[in-house]
T-cell receptor, first 114, second 111 residues
Framework: DGGITQSPKYLFRKEGQNVTLSCEQNLNHDAMYWYRQDPGQGLRLIYYSQIVNDFQKGDIAEGYSVSREKKESFPLTVTSAQKNPTAFYLC?????????????FGEGSRLTVL | DQQVKQNSPSLSVQEGRISILNCDYTNSMFDYFLWYKKYPAEGPTFLISISSIKDKNEDGRFTVFLNKSAKHLSLHIVPSQPGDSAVYFCAARGSQGNLIFGKGTKLSVKP
């Protein structure tokens, strides 16, 4: 079945460590996105990529980095510079500007900094 | 400044009654509006959408209404069921193709 796979589902990290969240899609979508969800804050855009080897900062990119070496993959690295990294992270993809722009989401990754 | 606003953080409704979730936006250039439903610790799932050239779209128990002059849309769920209890996000599609989300409304449907 086509879809978006995020891993790991749960991750614990010590302060000062970098951690990378994986996101893979087999929907042949051009665009991929990373969102962060915090209680009462909704979904905030971290980074997005509309094409391989290119990506753009979202609203809260500080302390994060991404890469888009393959169409199917869009990993997110949470660096030690991110001041409050504990959150629920969501990866999504869509066929950019096609149809309604509906985003397909992964199941999410819960990161907890100890 | 928020471009998509959901001013009610929570809503409680009795089973079988109507649930009305509201959303306001500021940018008249948005061309599509979407509603997503989200359960805890899961990714959001798409519910229903509406084009900016329409004023109503219906899919089963879910209807979305768009009032462009007021820059307001609403999601109606009739009849509400306990399984509808979740957080509902309103989203608008911007010129870059990305979706801009509201902060969500937590719906509780009581049996």
């Amino acid at each position: 079945d086509g879809g978006i796979t995020q891993s790991p589902k749960y991750l614990f990290r010590k302060e000062g460590q970098n951690v990378t969240l994986s996101c893979e899609q087999n929907l042949n979508h051009d665009a991929m996105y990373w969102y962060r969800q915090d209680p009462g804050q909704g979904l905030r855009l971290i980074y997005y990529s509309q094409i391989v080897n290119d990506f753009q900062k979202g609203d809260i990119a500080e302390g994060y980095s991404v890469s888009r070496e393959k169409k199917e993959s869009f990993p997110l690295t949470v660096t030690s510079a991110q001041k409050n990294p504990t959150a629920f992270y969501l990866c999504a993809s869509n066929r950019l500007l096609a149809g309604t722009g509906e985003l397909f989401f992964g199941e999410g990754s819960r990161l907890t900094v100890l | 400044d928020q471009q998509v606003k959901q001013n009610s953080p929570s809503l409680s409704v009795q089973e079988g009654r109507i649930s009305i979730l509201n959303c306001d936006y500021t940018n008249s250039m948005f061309d599509y509006f979407l509603w997503y439903k989200k359960y805890p610790a899961e990714g959001p799932t798409f519910l229903i959408s509406i084009s900016s050239i329409k004023d109503k779209n219906e899919d089963g128990r879910f209807t979305v209404f768009l009032n462009k002059s007021a820059k307001h849309l609403s999601l109606h769920i009739v009849p509400s069921q306990p399984g509808d209890s979740a957080v509902y996000f309103c989203a608008a599609r911007g010129s870059q193709g990305n979706l801009i989300f509201g902060k969500g409304t937590k719906l509780s449907v009581k049996p």
